[in-house]
């Protein structure tokens, strides 16, 4: 690890300014995967800017019957939230199938939908990784790339996004709230928060240097039933190899990709009449496996069949 | 000559007059662990404040160091000093003694510009605070001339050889007999490599006093430890005094010390301050010693009626280059079933990574893996129940020597493990259950294991205040041994067990072995045992010969202990009355064991049942544990809680073999793909649902004075194999290559057409 300094911001406005004019300044609120990845030098900022203690934790109604949280808000509290388990039980169910309860704890939602991959090959800092070193290569290609993306990667970098929480979210049709370093608000989809890796893996997401997540807004949850599964090879406390989240016809994939995936054509084949396994086997035809993670063309299949059949079932 | 029957004579331990023995005693340091209070090695308070040790690990598996810049490192703030091999401290050259009669050798660190594995301790810096050392540690700059590391275990099974000194075992004609047989199983297993991933990483803090090297440190066995930083630092064995008090886990893997060790040493030498330094989690894997991947081909001849004609299991496994290490997968096979001809063996290949080494149950863990899952094909082959196969397969004597047992409970196990589970329920048919999303379905397993009694010493002093202290080179790696021998000499001694003291884990007491090979409570505490005997009679003669007691001038050999209190019928005084008058510096013995000379013509094993039920979702292939039950025949049980907690793990430890651990190997790098906590998988509470052990009742008076024998190991022997049965029990999938992963099984419910 190597010396930082820190500051607790205190407002949000001040924390994206800071950020902005600091060269090398990372937000901190649970650090739960940011001080790991320092503890390696994967992560060296040269100064943190502690949020966790803004007042951006509640959780409340939008004026729409939407629901707004707070970026600071533990994901605890999210899935333990009465209106976020009566109205988006697929978020609940999310976000307590990752992590374990300590982390939970711990964790913000910000910092859950900005996570950084669990590639063992990103965490080997002596093996190549786009992500760490652009342009050094990716080990994970060639590699024990058992868990690696389906969907959307390229030849520079195959890793996947392994939020359970943002899978619900992009199902659930979310928005992010920002807040840029010049103060200015902004807002968009999750969908379009992560970005697959194409030749610039390193380059994650859509916020722009400084800017701060401040909240994440739900519209009114969709008709119909909802159900968050997730395969994994342990029961708890491990990253997923494949996860599907439903939320009435609207439909999101876990670990597949470098982003939570919105499974458009399977939800357009189910509008149109499809089974599930039908809509599900439409999306699976964009899937690249790769060898060693061809499994997970199945396994999603399957999964996503089931927990379709499921919602369903409880719609 | 020392002979079993001279084991025979009853003792405390065996009349158990107050009940002591055998209770579930709480553990004697547990207050001070789940306070965290309890020092380990790292935490030591030393005399002056530590420097801080951290080492850096080779970025290639072989080859060799053609720079190093240490510059930027030695500039960081903080630092003091910063070594590679042109400049670590002089050491002794690797495997030298000194001393003829050292138990290990000098194992140098940063030995020289060779790599020999990944991950190889190959610079270590020390500064002021662990911030300090981590920072500079990472401005180490090391260039390397690498080598293609010969590390393709699978690609390499043809170079394999046989291990030193050692022959395939063939009795009467496997090959005829196999050939012969009406029905047959052949099939090949996989083990992967495992990491014990103790909860302690292995750590030192090491200063010296004078000429004295005071060393704390997290090992298993204290003597080898001892002499082999002696040997390697070039100073007397003496002048270190090494302590290990307590230790967060072992599991085979701190068998050893580490460069830990050896270069806290060197820094507090060099510094002339107290120098400590721990592996990171990311460093232990590759830094200690592993299990090694197994293949292991098991063939099985049986008549109709289920009777083995033959049975032929082979070992393929691997080693470290410079190493012999053999994981003895086909070894237990040779006293678990009868069967006239058998062929057991085993073929090591040597490659470019870390050392293998022991790991709880070494050979059983893996190798009940195959058999017992080929026990179960050949049920199904035979239309047997799996239970009664093994049951007509019980040998009257060791099939492999003809030696008579010393105890053998097997088919007790089996019976009575059948009973308590509910085996009964179990369809043979699979895939036939189902509870919601699940499929569910039993699987059983034999397990056994050797036991063994090593020479050790210990002494008692009973202190003026009447408190009994115990004193012994021992280590508790957790698994309970404060609390046991706290219980031996509370018995022996008859005092209460707030009167004992127990002093283990330090070079300058009396020597025993350390723990390993679930021979520790055996070991350790005969040799309480007999030092704990030696005192009642060293007490005894200073009372009857001490004219200012009440018990003078009566027999020694009539004297009576209890509640701390000695007597010759009515005439009586306390312990510490007796020795504040007649011994004020305390009164010591030292007692001893050692194997009995004719103890070798009894085949002497350890022996269990293991029943598993487990879910599998056949949309995914998950897999489940949820109840595990075992039975065990193990000599007299110590401690019931202890004894079951070994169990117990050593039973969760097998289902993780059969269902998440693994560590693969990049053979492009050499290198194991998990390095932490969140990638190599243990399992946690939620995967394993309810685990219970059951310990028969038995004494084993060939084992040692005591009649005890170890569970360290033994619930680790055929749990794996038993969720694996279960398995396919449940969904009628068999994986030959462990884990059993998703993935795996998978496409084993999709050939099915689920």
Not at chain 2, 138 to 155: E, S
Request: with cysteine; hydrophobic share 40%; proline share 7%.
């Amino acid at each position: 690890m190597r010396p930082f300094t820190y500051e607790r911001a205190t407002s949000a406005e001040a924390a994206a300014r800071a950020a902005a004019l600091t060269p090398g300044a990372r937000f901190i609120a649970g650090g739960t995967n940011l001080i790991d990845l320092m503890k390696l030098e994967i992560e060296t900022p040269a100064h943190l800017i502690d949020v966790s203690r803004l007042p951006m934790a509640a959780i409340e109604p939008t004026a729409v019957g939407g629901l707004r949280i707070g970026a600071a808000a533990s994901n605890s509290a999210v899935a333990a939230d009465a209106t976020v388990r009566a109205r988006y039980p697929v978020l609940s169910e999310a976000i307590v199938a990752g992590g374990s309860p300590q982390l939970r704890n711990k964790a913000s939602v910000a910092g859950n939908l900005l996570q950084r991959t669990r590639c063992p090959y990103f965490y080997d800092t002596t093996k190549p990784c786009n992500k760490r070193r652009p342009g050094a290569g990716c080990a994970a290609l060639e590699g024990l790339n058992r868990n690696a993306a389906i969907f959307g990667a390229s030849r520079a970098c195959i890793a996947t996004h392994t939020s359970d929480m943002a899978v619900a979210l992009v199902a659930l049709d979310a928005r992010v709230e920002a807040l840029s370093p010049s103060g200015q608000p902004r807002s968009f989809p999750v969908s379009e928060l992560h970005y697959l890796p194409g030749d610039t893996p390193h380059l994650e997401t859509e916020l722009i240097p400084g800017e701060l997540i401040t909240a994440v807004v739900l519209p009114p949850p969709p008709a119909g039933g909802q159900t968050y599964r997730k395969v994994r090879d342990r029961a708890s406390y491990a990253g997923g190899l494949a996860s599907v989240a439903v939320a009435g016809g609207q439909v999101a994939l876990g670990m597949v990709a470098h982003k939570p995936w919105r499974a458009s054509a399977a939800e357009g084949a189910l509008a149109a009449g499809a089974s599930p396994a039908e809509a599900i086997a439409r999306e699976l035809e964009g899937a690249s496996p790769l060898g060693r993670n061809d499994f997970k063309v199945p396994l999603v299949a399957r999964l996503t069949a089931a927990a379709i059949d499921d919602a369903n079932g409880r719609g | 000559m020392t002979s079993v029957h001279d084991w025979d004579v009853t003792n405390p331990v065996k009349t158990n007059r107050t009940g002591l023995i055998g209770k579930a005693v709480e553990r004697y340091e547990g207050p001070l662990k789940v306070t965290g209070t309890a020092p380990y090695a790292y935490e030591v308070q030393p005399p002056s404040p530590p420097a801080y040790g951290v080492m850096v690990g080779a970025a290639i598996a072989a080859g060799r160091i053609t720079g190093a810049d240490i510059a930027a490192a030695e500039a960081s703030p903080g630092v003091l000093a910063v070594w590679t091999h042109l400049n670590v401290p002089k050491q002794a050259p690797r495997g030298t003694k000194a001393h003829p009669r050292s138990s290990a050798g000098s194992r140098p660190a940063l030995e020289d510009e060779r790599v020999a594995y990944f991950g190889q301790p190959v610079a270590f810096v020390i500064a002021d605070t662990l911030e300090n050392a981590v920072a500079a540690s990472h401005l180490v700059k090391l260039t390397y001339d690498a080598d293609a590391p010969d590390v393709d275990f699978l690609a390499r099974l043809d170079e394999a050889g046989q291990p030193p000194g050692e022959q395939d075992v063939e009795i009467g004609d496997f090959a005829a007999g196999f050939a012969a047989a009406a029905v047959q199983v052949d099939g090949t297993w996989t083990t992967p490599i495992q990491n014990h991933c103790q909860m302690e990483p292995c750590a030192s803090l090491v200063w010296f006093e004078g000429d004295k090297c005071i060393a704390h440190t997290s090992v298993q066995m204290v003597k080898p430890a001892q002499h082999g930083l002696a040997e390697t630092i070039g100073i007397p064995r003496d002048n270190v005094h090494l302590m290990t008090r307590y230790i967060g886990g072992g599991f085979g893997g701190k068998g050893q010390t580490y460069d830990d060790l050896t270069l806290a040493a060197l820094g507090a030498k060099a510094l002339g301050r107290p120098v400590k330094v721990a592996f990171t989690r990311q460093q232990m894997m590759h830094g200690t010693v592993h299990r090694p991947a197994t293949v292991q081909r098991v063939r099985l001849g049986a008549s109709r009626d289920g009777t083995l004609d033959a049975m032929s299991m082979m070992t393929w496994t691997h080693c470290h280059k410079g190493g012999n290490f053999t994981e003895h997968a086909s070894n237990f096979c040779r006293a678990l079933y009868a069967a006239p001809n058998r062929l057991t063996g085993h073929r090591l290949v040597r490659l470019d990574l870390p050392a293998a080494g022991a790991m709880r149950a070494p050979g059983e863990a893996s190798g009940t893996m195959s058999l017992e899952c080929a026990m179960d094909e050949l049920a199904e082959k035979l239309g047997l129940d799996p239970l009664e196969l093994r049951i007509r397969n019980e040998p009257a004597v060791d099939p492999e020597n003809g030696r008579p047992f010393s105890m053998r409970q097997l088919v007790r196990c089996l019976k009575e493990g059948a009973q308590l589970f509910g085996w009964d329920r179990r369809l043979p048919t699979p895939g036939q259950v189902r509870d919601g999303r699940w499929l569910v379905g039993m699987g059983m397993a034999a397990a056994i294991r050797g036991n063994f009694l090593l020479p050790a010493k210990c002494s008692f002093t009973v202190e003026p205040d009447g408190t009994i202290v115990v004193r012994q080179g021992m280590t508790d790696i957790g698994t309970g041994t404060y609390t046991v021998l706290a219980q031996i000499a509370a018995e022996t001694l008859a005092v209460p067990l707030g009167q004992v003291r127990v002093e283990i884990g330090d070079s300058e007491l009396p020597p025993a072995p350390g723990s390993g090979g679930q021979f520790g409570a055996a070991t350790a505490g005969s040799a309480a045992l007999m030092a704990g005997m030696k005192l009642r009679t060293a007490i005894a003669e200073l009372a009857t010969g001490d004219p200012g007691s009440p018990l003078h001038a009566g027999a020694p050999d009539e004297v009576t202990f209890q509640d701390g209190v000695i007597a010759i019928s009515n005439r009586s005084e306390t312990l510490s009355d007796l020795i504040r008058r007649a011994a004020p510096d305390g009164l010591t013995v030292e007692g001893e064991v050692r194997p009995a000379q004719d103890a070798q013509q009894w085949s002497t094993q350890t022996y269990g049942s293991h029943f598993v039920e487990v879910g599998v979702d056949p949309v995914t292939g998950e897999v489940r544990v949820r109840r595990m039950l075992g039975v065990f025949a193990a000599g007299r049980i110590l401690n019931a809680a202890t004894a079951r907690s070994q169990l117990t793990g050593g039973m969760i430890w097998g289902a993780a073999s059969a269902l998440t651990e693994a560590n693969p190997v990049d053979v492009r790098y050499g290198s194991f793909l998990n390095q932490d906590l969140a990638q190599y998988l243990v399992p946690v509470q939620a995967d394993i649902g309810e685990v219970d052990a059951i310990m028969l009742d038995e004494v084993d008076d060939k084992a040692n004075p005591m009649g005890i024998k170890g569970v360290g190991e033994l619930g680790n022997s055929g749990a794996g194999a038993a969720v694996a049965n279960a398995v396919y029990n449940a969904c009628g999938v068999r994986v030959r290559d462990y884990p059993i992963t998703p993935d795996k099984l998978l496409a084993g419910l999709i050939a099915q057409g689920r």
